[in-house]
């Protein structure tokens, strides 16, 4: 039997990673960091990003027919969406919470994350490079 497909789903405002708050966030591109996860992955990789959460909810529903995994940047709807927690908690295989900043060590708005009771991780603060830890620790967690 083969490694199973691990899922890669980006939240909002992701897709301008080099552009958004570099004082945050860094200066590496989404592309960048898809390319950091496709070398790390010893299988199939579905790298994702949405500004539109519904489109998010329906990438988590397809996830729990073919993902052995997720990791998950949340990004915004960390703090405000029971919905995707929702989505999250009916995924049977271990799910990772990353984020680029430590959202522990930001302003009130951006500590809480409403995701992570849903998360079997959460990797906070390493900015970019916490997408490849990620990869290698899914396949750890996945049974």
């Known amino acids: 039997m083969g490694v199973p497909a691990i899922h890669i789903l980006n939240g909002p405002n992701l897709d301008l990673l080099g552009q958004r708050e570099p ?6 591109t989404l592309a960048e960091i898809e390319s950091m996860c496709r070398d790390a992955a010893r ?11 519904s489109e998010m909810i329906d ?7 073919s993902a052995g995994g997720i990791i998950i940047n949340p ?8 919905a ?3 989505a999250l908690r009916t995924f049977e295989g271990p799910i990772i919470e990353l984020h680029l900043s430590n959202i522990h060590a930001r302003d009130p708005a951006h500590r809480h994350s409403l995701i992570s009771p849903a998360a079997t991780a959460v990797i906070a603060g390493l ?9 290698q620790a899914i396949y750890g967690l996945i049974r």
């Open 23 to 28: 004082h945050i966030y860094g200066h590496t």
């Open 43 to 53: 299988g199939d990789l579905v790298f994702a990003q949405t500004n539109t959460e």
């Open 59 to 65: 990438m988590i529903h397809a996830a729990r027919e």
């Open 75 to 82: 990004a915004g709807w960390s703090f405000r969406s029971i």
């Open 84 to 86: 995707i927690f929702d």
């Open 127 to 135: 900015g970019a490079a916490g997408y490849p830890v990620a990869v």
